[in-house]
């Protein structure tokens, strides 16, 4: 009997006392739901700041000035961008505290999207960023590509 066919069993619950399901696997999948809510915090002041140049939403340049000065002259096309990526990630957020299906195959997604443009930095010359860009994508994608994780998710 795996994960879903005992929470079904249970009517929705599982004992306290379920050996079969890590709780580093929990903690796992826990831990990219509040990652995923950062993202989204994140991304929602940046698309918020480069819409209102001068609002309390530039206080997020203080974690990188240099990049208020590369992004406002791209605002217009920027900013929507930024918030359409936040609604991605929130909605990540929500699949993985849910444990939904959907919400695993969108954070598999992001993280391969991710290793990707990490993958690219690298032949730009951005060796460090990059590769340490593609060893968390990998080791993340290898923790959530695991059978016991998958199974978590409805």
Request: net charge positive.
């Given at each position: 009997?795996?994960?879903?066919?005992?929470?079904?069993?249970?009517?929705?619950?599982?004992?306290?006392?379920?050996?079969?399901?890590?709780?580093?696997?929990?903690?796992?999948?826990?831990?990219?739901?509040?990652?995923?809510?950062?993202?989204?915090?994140?991304?929602?002041?940046?698309?918020?700041?480069?819409?209102?140049?001068?609002?309390?939403?530039?206080?997020?340049?203080?974690?990188?000035?240099?990049?208020?000065?590369?992004?406002?002259?791209?605002?217009?096309?920027?900013?929507?961008?930024?918030?359409?990526?936040?609604?991605?990630?929130?909605?990540a957020s929500v699949g993985c505290f849910r444990r939904?299906?959907?919400?695993?195959?969108?954070?598999?997604?992001?993280?391969?999207?991710?290793?990707?443009?990490?993958?690219?930095?690298?032949?730009?010359?951005?060796?460090?960023e990059g590769g340490i860009g593609v060893a968390v994508?990998?080791?993340?994608?290898?923790?959530?590509?695991?059978?016991?994780?998958?199974?978590?998710?409805?």
């Amino acid at each position: 009997m795996d994960y879903h066919d005992r929470l079904k069993a249970n009517d929705g619950t599982l004992a306290a006392s379920d050996s079969s399901m890590s709780s580093t696997d929990s903690l796992g999948v826990l831990l990219i739901a509040i990652f995923f809510a950062g993202a989204t915090a994140i991304l929602l002041c940046v698309g918020t700041a480069l819409l209102a140049p001068g609002s309390v939403f530039e206080a997020v340049w203080g974690l990188y000035p240099a990049r208020r000065s590369l992004m406002m002259p791209y605002h217009a096309w920027l900013a929507p961008g930024f918030l359409i990526l936040a609604i991605v990630m929130a909605s990540a957020s929500v699949g993985c505290f849910r444990r939904r299906k959907w919400g695993w195959w969108l954070a598999v997604a992001i993280f391969v999207v991710n290793g990707l443009s990490d993958a690219a930095q690298l032949l730009f010359g951005r060796i460090l960023e990059g590769g340490i860009g593609v060893a968390v994508a990998v080791a993340i994608l290898y923790y959530l590509l695991r059978p016991a994780v998958r199974a978590l998710f409805a």
